[in-house]
Every structure is written in C-alpha cells, then in structure tokens.
C-alpha cells in the first residue's frame, strides 16, 4: 500500500509535508537558534537576521518558540489518534464475534461518547486531574473512538459471513486467529485512513485547547499559545500569527491529503488503479512500421 500511495502526486505530498512536521517535532527544540523562554528588551520586534520571525510581547524569539512548540502539537495529535484506534478499533471487531449482549453494550457506549461535547469534557478531565497535554488528550481521543468503532464494525461485518471465515469457525479456529489471519487485512485499509483524519483532527483538537491556555502550563509555547498570544497585539506585528497558523492548516490539510491517498489505493479503486497501470505499462510505446506496398 505505501508504494501506491506514493505512486500518487496527492500521496507524495502529503508524506513530504507530514515528514517534515515529523522532523520538527523531533529536532525542532533542538534547531532552535535560541532559548525559547528567554526573555529580551527587544519587544515586539519586526523580523531581522537576530530573529528570523521577530519577538513577542516578551521579547522571546518567535521562530525558536514556534520549533520548540512543535514537539507539544505533534505528540499531543498522536495521542488522540492513538487512544481512538486502541479503544474504538478493537471492541469495533470484537463486537460482531462475542455476541449480542457485548454487541449491544458497545453500541450503547459508542453512541454516548458520540453526544460528549469533548472539549468541554476535557476542560472539565484537566479541572479534575491538573493541568496536563496528555490527559486531556487521552480523554479526547477516547470520545473521537466511536469514528473507529463503527468503521472497524463495518469492515469486519463485510467480511463476517466469508466462506473463508466461515470454514475457519467451523474447523474451530479461535476469534483472535480468525480476526489476525482473515479480519483484519480487509479492515486496515479503513482504519488506516480513519486514522489520518483523526490526526488532522488531534491538530485542531490541540490547537484549541492551547489556544485557549489549556493542557499547557506556560510559558511552554505551543503552536496554538503562539496564536493566541499573537492576537493580541495585532497593532503591533498583524503578520505575526500567520505563521502558527500557516503550520496548523498545511498539517491538517496534509492529514486529510493523505487519508483521500490511501482511500484511493485501497479496495476496489486501488485494484483499478493498478490494473489501468499495468494496462499501460503492457501497451507498446511506438507502434511497428506500417508495411507500404511498391507501385
């Protein structure tokens, strides 16, 4: 499948964005050409050689701040995207296979995360728990979980009555077995490209609670504090949240490139898309001389 997604033009660029948003949230505290927290005279400042984006209202360097925010917005999209997949992907398969009564209960639970406004339960997890990133994103991407629960249920319900998986649950094979050899190579496609909207989705989910000087204790910077903190003196710098902004909307955007990616080489619209390929490649580049008769 990767090989497909990069044979596509929307599938290589959403790699090439998403690795390089990867690379800052790795290096990027690392790259930053100062302190991040260190305070300066300089407020306010206008960009120039010493400070590539300029200063805050504190005099801090925007561009160190931004790469050394990175690592939060990053980590913090994972985190959601992970908590769905582990806690709606699972029960999603093992509702069709362990009976009616764990089917009912699961459904019931989905459809109850599904009404939680999750951002003002994560403000009210962190008011309970402290001020945290990864509590409050734990607890979001358990209530995102139902988008995974029912794309996972569906898949595995497509394959459910198989003969293959038919034949398996007769020879008396085990759910687990049935569910590593059978179910789950037909139900990654979907989960793979539910899971690169939910990263879009950690980013913006990130992003507001940051936004709103939430999950973060300051003066750690974040790509949504940076904006927030940036509103606020548009009089002085009206450029200044461009730049948070412009790194939030290209990632998420990306996310959702890459989700449209992997739908498209997957199923039945990827076997076409391979076999327009090999119909192509299998077509002669020139065609053979045409035969002309003498007068």
Do not use: C
Not at 81 to 89: Q, R, T
């Amino acid at each position: 499948m990767v090989r497909r997604i990069l044979a596509l033009t929307s599938g290589r660029i959403a790699v090439a964005i998403l690795a390089v948003i990867a690379l800052l949230a790795v290096f990027g505290p690392l790259l930053a050409p100062q302190n991040p927290l260190a305070t300066g005279d300089n407020t306010l400042a206008a960009a120039s050689g010493a400070h590539w984006l300029g200063t805050d209202h504190l005099g801090r360097d925007v561009l160190s701040r931004l790469l050394d925010g990175s690592r939060v917005s990053v980590l913090g999209s994972l985190e959601v995207a992970l908590m769905a997949l582990v806690v709606g992907a699972i029960p999603g398969i093992l509702s069709v296979y362990l009976g009616r009564a764990f089917e009912w209960l699961t459904l019931r639970l989905a459809d109850t995360l599904v009404a939680l406004p999750f951002l003002l339960f994560a403000v009210a997890v962190i008011a309970l728990l402290g001020n945290g990133i990864t509590q409050a994103m734990l607890v979001t991407g358990a209530l995102v979980s139902p988008l995974f629960y029912r794309v996972a249920r569906a898949a595995t319900l497509a394959v459910a009555r198989s003969p293959y998986v038919e034949a398996s649950l007769i020879s008396g094979a085990s759910i687990g077995w049935i569910v590593r050899r059978h179910v789950w190579i037909k139900v990654l496609p979907p989960i793979a490209v539910a899971l690169a909207q939910t990263i879009g989705v950690g980013f913006i989910i990130v992003s507001s609670l940051t936004f709103l000087g939430i999950g973060v204790e300051p003066p750690a910077p974040t790509w949504g504090g940076l904006l927030a903190s940036d509103l606020g003196y548009l009089s002085h710098r009206p450029w200044a949240p461009l730049a948070p902004a412009l790194l939030i909307m290209v990632t998420v955007w990306a996310s959702n490139l890459l989700a449209d990616a992997i739908r498209d080489v997957s199923g039945e619209a990827g076997r076409a898309l391979v076999n327009n390929r090999k119909a192509r490649a299998d077509r002669p580049d020139k065609a053979g001389p045409v035969p002309t008769g003498g007068v």
